[in-house]
């Protein structure tokens, strides 16, 4: 491998997020990932995002020195849970599961509707107040030391003046980053989608563009700090609900979480060139302004530089190598049939049809059904994947219930 190859990879190791949001997710599977992500330390995931149920494991399975944070969502995938299941939600995350970032999506769908453009400007920008304000709720209730990353699901808003306002309300709302998609629509992550975004995060850093709604400041330089101090003090006191005189894009430095069909190595190096065009080197060099989050990501730059056997794979499931039986039985003193694994299917998770096939390598991955998932290497070697209880954590915690889709 050519030196600037392996530099590209060490450069997206350092922005990387592991995310592990399959439906076929479970503590073993979890545990597996999370070794081979860490097995360097120089190249471990800035972040590893999945369920706050499987946040002790993370903990658990990461090494004592690691760095890298814990980050779990809310109001996930739809980002239409009520008010007060959000609040509960939150508090698991923060309270219970101690988690560093929160991944949080907006209610999006209500910029999909064509009555808010249709029909009355004055309804868009009532949407707009509405969603700003909820995010500085959630933004308030994590605390300050906590980083809300706003997921907005680019691919479903199909016009550049809505996503525009969708991305002024997740600045004004006090996102610390915008996470383009969640992974679970058809429509992923795309270039013409992440330029509108590009525009309104370079808008948002050089101070150039104000709120739909709001007087700008202009010129005055006075007045423009007097908003800038006004802003910083509701910020702090945590209710960041702005008069609508002085609601104003500011500026700020707010960074980009790319998610959503980055699978690839040559799928991200286009988009971080396309990132890096419109916002520098240094923006897409630094995990605190700039990440990627992918299953698979991860995992093909530690094989890329690592040299890890290109071993049987779930690829599109959690980009890692299932364990085989004796090393379950040895680990967690469970009894299981040869090459059987102890798995978790949410009834709730859509499962793609039967008998798709997808060549990865020199491996085909079928999927059955929705109650196995049957990995077979052209060898004739399989290992089996069913569905069994998670045994919970019995600590005192508000129910929640998650959607996976």
């Not at 658990?60 to 020195?65: I, Q, R, V």
């Not at 995010?135 to 300050?144: D, E, Q, T």
């Not at 706003?150 to 003046?161: H, P, Q, Y």
Request: proline share 4%; charged share 25%.
């Amino acid at each position: 491998m050519k030196e600037d190859q392996k530099e590209f990879l060490r450069k997206i190791a350092n922005v990387c997020e592991l995310t592990l949001y399959t439906s076929e997710m479970n503590n073993k599977l979890l545990r597996n990932a999370i070794r081979e992500a860490s097995s360097d330390q120089l190249l471990a995931p800035v972040s590893i995002s999945t369920y706050p149920q499987f946040i002790p494991s993370v903990k658990h399975s990461l090494p004592e020195n690691s760095s890298t944070a814990l980050s779990t969502v809310v109001a996930w995938p739809r980002g239409d849970g009520c008010s007060e299941a959000i609040d509960a939600e939150i508090y698991n995350a923060v309270e219970y599961y101690k988690v560093h970032e929160i991944e949080y999506v907006v209610d999006y769908r209500s910029f999909i509707y064509p009555m808010l453009y249709k029909y009355t400007h004055q309804l868009l920008l009532q949407q707009m107040e509405k969603v700003i304000n909820e995010i500085a709720r959630v933004k308030s209730l994590i605390g300050p030391n906590i980083l809300l990353k706003v997921v907005l699901e680019i691919g479903e808003i199909n016009e550049a003046s809505r996503l525009s306002s969708l991305v002024r309300c997740a600045i004004l709302g006090g996102a610390d980053f915008i996470v383009t998609c969640t992974g679970k629509v058809k429509k992923g992550l795309n270039s013409q989608d992440l330029k509108q975004l590009l525009i309104e995060v370079k808008s948002s850093i050089e101070g150039e563009s104000p709120c739909d709604k709001e007087i700008a400041a202009g010129d005055d330089e006075e007045v423009l700090e007097g908003l800038q101090a006004y802003y910083d003090e509701c910020f702090v006191k945590g209710t960041l609900i702005l008069p609508n005189r002085l609601r104003y894009l500011q500026k700020r430095k707010v960074g980009i979480k790319l998610q959503g069909g980055v699978s690839s190595l040559d799928i991200a190096r286009e988009f971080i060139k396309q990132v890096e065009d419109v916002l520098g080197n240094e923006y897409v060099s630094s995990p605190n302004t700039f990440r990627i989050g992918s299953s698979t990501l991860h995992p093909l730059i530690i094989q890329e530089l690592l040299g890890i056997d290109d071993e049987l794979r779930i690829i599109h499931t959690l980009g890692i190598k299932p364990i085989n039986a004796e090393q379950v039985n040895q680990e967690d003193n469970i009894s299981s049939p040869e090459n059987e694994l102890v798995g978790i299917s949410h009834p709730s998770a859509p499962i793609s049809s039967n008998q798709t096939r997808e060549k990865i390598g020199s491996q085909e991955v079928i999927d059955i059904n929705k109650d196995i998932i049957k990995v077979e290497a052209l060898n004739g070697d399989k290992t089996i994947i069913s569905d069994s209880d998670l045994v919970g954590n019995k600590s005192k915690v508000i129910s929640v219930e998650y959607l996976i889709n």
